[in-house]
């Protein structure tokens, strides 16, 4: 192991005369280390995934390059290769099981046995994983815990913390994006996706939202089309297991992004060659944004002005609607 270590320092060092980000994945064993590397490389997960104890691969992140390192509890704390590769990394993400009370706490050991190691120049991300599980902590209490309101106050460090499900892609790439932006200096989304258009289904495939931001594209019936999102889940669902859902459909030239959150489901259409990655984290913030609105008032319709209102919150869509600016005459005309 020693001399393996020894090895990703040099290719470490390599990688930053070449300028290729590295991001090492830390955590507690069982709290999903593996799972977000096999995330960032098939954009997919299974359960019966294989863990590994120290794996150092490149992955493609949108237009990015990046260096992963995954390590295991007992090299991050014994190995003396392992504090120089802490001084060389660029990002540090501490993958959390939040399941009990009890998996936090050991977590918080963890993390302030190392955190002296990692340079106050390095980003850390705090992935707050496994929200899927019907007993997690919720994310109030864990901000609220004593020692993550230490370290997120701390004024010298940049660090972020996001309630993700690894497992089932919720507010993953979201959280990745924030890591990506702070070692790149790139906005991640920026440029690297083209929405074509979206469309927010309620359960059971019926459409309660839909806005095309390309007007060239040839637009096909929302009804049907929700029709054959809610089919082709259930299908998934029954071949595999009761919580699968399809992720991305090609269809043409278009590719189809679905992400499922609290009862809705988002299809958002991009081009065939788009990033995935970037497209799903992309999708999520507008599912994310529509159900806040719908939060308000259920029973509220929406016009094109309030789904040009949602759609404006997200930075990335509103550079994009910037380029097509809703007039007054056709502010409460449904699309």
Not at 2 to 25: H, M, N, P
Not at 47 to 72: H, R
Not at 81 to 103: N, T
Not at 281 to 300: G, M, V, W, Y
């Amino acid at each position: 192991m020693s001399s393996y270590l020894s090895f990703i320092r040099d290719k470490l060092i390599k990688s930053k005369e070449d300028r290729i980000a590295q991001v090492a994945i830390l955590g507690l064993e069982k709290t999903g280390k593996s799972t977000v590397v096999n995330r960032l490389i098939f954009g997919t997960v299974d359960e019966d995934d294989p863990s590994q104890l120290t794996c150092y691969l490149n992955v493609a992140y949108g237009k990015s390059i990046i260096s992963v390192l995954e390590a295991d509890e007992e090299t991050t704390r014994e190995s003396p290769y392992f504090q120089d590769i802490l001084r060389e990394i660029d990002g540090v993400v501490f993958v959390l099981d939040i399941q009990s009370q009890r998996h936090i706490e050991s977590s918080s050991y963890y993390i302030f046995g190392l955190l002296d190691k990692i340079p106050q120049s390095t980003p850390i991300l705090f992935l707050a994983n496994k929200i899927d599980m019907p007993d997690a902590v919720s994310f109030t209490d864990l901000l609220q815990d004593p020692a993550f309101q230490v370290i997120m106050e701390d004024i010298n460090r940049s660090v972020s913390i996001y309630p993700v499900s690894v497992l089932t892609g919720e507010n993953f790439y979201t959280a990745f994006d924030w890591m990506i932006s702070r070692i790149t200096g790139r906005t991640p989304l920026r440029e690297e996706v083209s929405p074509k258009r979206v469309i927010v289904l309620q359960e059971g495939g019926v459409p309660v939202f839909d806005y095309t931001f390309d007007t060239s594209i040839e637009e096909h019936d929302s009804t049907l089309l929700g029709g054959l999102i809610s089919a082709l889940n259930i299908m998934a669902s029954t071949i595999f297991e009761s919580s699968s859902v399809m992720d991305v459909i090609k269809l043409g030239a278009f590719k189809l992004i679905i992400r499922k959150l609290s009862g809705y489901s988002v299809v958002l259409f991009v081009e065939r060659n788009d990033s995935e990655s970037k497209a799903q984290s992309l999708a999520e913030e507008i599912l994310e944004a529509f159900i806040e609105e719908k939060k308000r008032d259920p029973t509220k319709e929406m016009p094109k002005q309030l789904k040009f209102e949602i759609l404006s919150k997200i930075p990335e869509i509103a550079i994009l609607l910037d380029q097509q600016p809703i007039t007054d005459s056709e502010s409460y005309e449904e699309k």
